[in-house]
């Protein structure tokens, strides 16, 4: 979709001749630091080409009209300043309205409504993070527009809160910070508890990072996700009966070693290394990226996914046969499967000349063992979520 082209259903939808002004906001993938952040660890997440784009003008009144090409069915989904609740029948646009309330609620002012169309390219159900996508961009294109002052980091926690309090979504921070302060060719080191960052230099040259949608609907992930948080408090409670942490992500390998024993159920106890390992990995990983050692972080990658697959147990089958596959592809870096899982993508590594070969090889293998195919999409590390400038 060209710019023009949204601009021409801009227009068609609300008000033939406009110049709208654009924003968009990156995707995320996540490259290592799985089921990190409601431990108190380390995620490293990148910010990615797709995402959603968001046209807007502000209107003379103070009602607000909101438009998705996505979900073209639901309409413009109209509402006023006045009355931002939460409504069932306003689906998707609830993401939008949640980061306007609560913008407002911050004590910022918006003098009238807007009219807003969003577009957005992020793959259906693959794990990409389009609903913290649709709040930065909204949140981008209030402080723009509106000319509020907003610190970048209190807006990523303003979209959190939609998240948690409006929505209902039990999430951690780690996509909005991505989109939020994401960085061209660059990943980003991310402390969930105190938000310190860095970033690590990740320009790939002659490699590619490319995903993997199992297509699997991740119908396990809600249930297993809050048994395994379950599980990571009642570890953390063992250990809390020697170790002075708030978090298993304060616990380094050698303390897990030598306490793993106060951990009383053994699943627990296969959890909670899964997270002190992890963590430790997310550290290393900074550091071979900013060596420039790239098949160095691929086996960082690699052994993500067999912890995620035997201590953590979130993959499944279809993550970890098209993982697999993927390994066994020539010149792979590294792959992991990406996000709560249960379904949904994983992430590979590899050439920029096998990218033909290897969807193909991989995907053969998937469709045998799984029954049905995968898609593949190629995406760069892209930057933060911004106003773009057309003219």
Same mark, same amino acid.
């Given at each position: ?59 003379? %009144? ?112 780690? %996509? ?40 699997? &609907? ?50 627990? &106890? ?10 430790? &990995? ?47 592809? %020539? ?32 995907? &053969? ?27």
């Amino acid at each position: 979709m060209t710019i023009p082209e949204l601009i021409n259903e801009f227009n068609k939808q609300f008000s033939a001749g406009a110049t709208p002004r654009i924003f968009f906001a990156p995707g995320r993938i996540n490259l290592i630091g799985e089921h990190m952040d409601y431990n108190g660890g380390h995620v490293f997440p990148a910010a990615i080409s797709f995402g959603t784009y968001a046209l807007a003008t502000k209107r003379t %009144d103070q009602k607000l009209r909101f438009y998705s090409m996505n979900f073209p069915e639901t309409g413009i989904v109209e509402c006023d300043l006045s009355n931002l609740a939460y409504n069932d029948e306003h689906d998707w646009a609830n993401y939008s309205k949640g980061m306007i309330h609560y913008m407002m609620e911050e004590g910022h002012t918006l003098s009238h409504g807007a009219d807003i169309l969003y577009y957005g390219n992020i793959p259906n159900g693959a794990g990409l993070s389009s609903s913290a996508s649709i709040e930065m961009v909204t949140g981008i294109l209030l402080e723009s527009m509106y000319q509020l002052k907003k610190d970048r980091i209190r807006m990523i926690q303003v979209g959190q809160q939609v998240e948690n309090e409006y929505i209902g979504v039990n999430s951690g921070i780690m %996509d909005q910070f991505a989109i939020g302060m994401g960085k061209k060719d660059h990943a980003l080191l991310l402390n969930c508890q105190t938000l310190d960052y860095q970033y690590a230099p990740l320009a790939l040259d002659q490699h590619v990072i490319i995903m993997m949608n199992t297509n699997k &609907r991740r119908t396990l992930a809600g249930s297993k996700y809050n048994e395994r948080r379950i599980q990571c408090e009642f570890a953390l409670k063992d250990l809390q009966t020697k170790l002075d942490i708030n978090h298993l992500g304060d616990v380094t390998k050698d303390q897990f070693e030598q306490h793993k024993h106060l951990i009383t159920d053994e699943i627990n &106890r296969k959890r909670a290394k899964h997270v002190v390992y992890e963590n430790a &990995r997310t550290i290393e990983a900074l550091e071979k990226l900013q060596q420039h050692d790239l098949f160095g972080f691929g086996a960082l990658m690699n052994q993500s996914h067999l912890s995620l697959q035997n201590d953590y147990e979130v993959t499944g089958h279809e993550l970890d046969t098209i993982t697999k596959a993927a390994w066994e592809q %020539d010149g792979v870096v590294g792959a992991r499967m990406t996000g709560a899982g249960f379904g949904g993508c994983a992430i590979a590594i590899i050439p920029i000349e096998q990218i033909d070969s290897f969807r193909q090889n991989v995907n &053969r293998i998937y469709q045998k063992k799984v029954g049905y195919e995968a898609t593949f999409y190629t995406a760069t590390i892209g930057d933060e979520a911004k106003e773009l400038s057309i003219w």
